[in-house]
């Protein structure tokens, strides 16, 4: 008896491993079938509520670190379409910010470095470029370029960097952005002042 029992409950233990193996994650929520582009991880599913394309391309870095935190520690850079807008989520394993006190500054290899307007989330470890000038710059220089340095001040988080190797960039950029309806284009370049004749 003692021996039956042992084995009904090996048995049932084994059912539920074969039916949690048979139940797999929806496509939507898993980066299993993501394929790559140098670096980045390109994602294409179809929204099975809207029949629309998703899209997103992710890049991942082990070196970012933190001024409270004593380790480097993983953090991602996403391309996607939401609510059909082009955005720039950064998202970090440990606390950066806040949208009071918080200032996202980034550098694409030697070009000028700049700090925009970012939205800081509620979780404090993700922070969004969602404005439609600033997601446009930040993606034209993206495209043609090797680093991504990003730097983020805080008063309640501390100072926070991360960099990015960006090989497959426009590739990526290409793919994460082909199904928003308002993909961005870079800003218009300064208007020359007109040349002087000299008589």
Not at 8 to 34: E, K, M, Q, Y
Not at 100 to 114: A, I, M, Q, T
Request: overall charge positive; glycine content about 6%; hydrophobic content about 45%.
């Amino acid at each position: 008896m003692h021996a039956d029992a042992i084995a009904r409950f090996i048995a049932a233990i084994g059912a539920a491993c074969w039916l949690g193996a048979c139940a797999a994650r929806d496509p939507l929520v898993s980066t299993s079938s993501a394929t790559p582009a140098g670096n980045w991880k390109i994602e294409r599913q179809v929204d099975r509520i809207t029949g629309a394309p998703l899209s997103s391309a992710l890049l991942s870095t082990r070196n970012a670190s933190n001024s409270a935190a004593p380790f480097p520690k993983p953090a991602m850079l996403q391309l996607t379409c939401f609510k059909d807008q082009p955005l720039v989520r950064l998202a970090f394993e440990f606390k950066v910010g806040s949208n009071r006190n918080s200032v996202l500054g980034y550098r694409f290899d030697e070009k000028p470095g700049r700090e925009i307007e970012a939205r800081f989330l509620q979780d404090f470890t993700t922070v969004v470029i969602e404005e439609k000038a600033a997601v446009a710059q930040f993606v034209s220089e993206l495209a043609t370029s090797n680093v991504l340095y990003v730097r983020i001040r805080s008063l309640n988080a501390g100072r926070t960097a991360a960099e990015f190797q960006l090989d497959g960039a426009p590739a990526a950029i290409e793919a994460a952005l082909a199904g928003c309806p308002q993909s961005p284009t870079p800003p218009p370049a300064p208007a020359k002042p007109p040349s002087r004749r000299t008589s």
